[in-house]
């Protein structure tokens, strides 16, 4: 039996950017072997630990920059040798024409569609992947979540809901109040709200402080994943933790303001979108900022995320 060809993934984007791309890495293992990826160190760990790659190498590492004056160094060469075929997430040439200058075959994939485009960045992803040969046009049934995420069985016995309040960009974040109002109910309902929160939400910190509801800080991603699929359920904004928790199978409730979740809605078995029907939306992608009312997030009330949250925990 030929064995397969190894794959290098090159990819510079965030956790939401690389979780969206995880059910294509388990569609390109069934082709290739090894599969390594040159990421973000954290994101790189994540990937190892769920069994997408057997290597991963840090962007942050000094060799790597090489890449991106147009000339690969000796070290860089070095490392990069076994790898004949690369795959790209980039819209840089030089980093193309580098790893190219190295021998390997590069497939090159724009990190998003454009902006007027409403097509999912997996399917978007996938597309490219298949026009670059690296897939074959039979390959069209994707994973939605993580082959090794916890069973609704082995959760059953949680009552903890975590609620993520933040967001890569404030822009996509849902007002603090509104979260707090959901926690309220979960309450009510004999449920236990917690909240996690990381670097970027700092600046929730003191009113979530005054608040009967633990919050917790993951000591980095692992920790974050493995809190997530103790968990009964999650709700939180258009964030990359909201992509972790779909991947990691748990029942989600997603909120979108000027975001697009036909571009950017998590993959998962049990998903539930609260936004608001809106003329104006989506502009996160066309505008430089929101609108002054922002109304695609002041109009969702707690009641709204909550009939979603039942619908989909109903659904498991």
Known sequence: MTR???LLIVHQGALGDLVCIFPVIVALRRHFRPVGILCQEHLGRLAAAEGLVETWFPIEAAWTASLFTGAAGLETRRILAPYPHF????????????????????????PRPAADRRIHVTEHALEHIRACGLLPERERTLPQTAASAASPVENSRSKTVLIHPGAGSPRKRWPLAGFQGVAAQLHALELIPEFVVGPAEQDLLPELGHRNAAVHHPVGILDLLARLRSAAAYIGNDSGVSHLAAWAGLPSVVIFGPT??????????AVAIVQPPLDCMPC????AENCAATDCLARITPGNV????????RSR
């Open 4 to 6: 397969p060809p190894a």
């Open 87 to 110: 795959l790209v997430f980039s819209r840089s040439e030089t980093l193309a024409s580098s790893l190219q200058r190295i021998g390997g075959r590069v497939c090159r994939v724009p």
């Open 260 to 269: 697009d979740p036909a571009r950017w809605r998590p993959r998962g078995d």
């Open 284 to 287: 996160f992608e066309t505008a």
């Open 306 to 313: 909550m009939e979603a949250f039942q619908r989909v925990v």
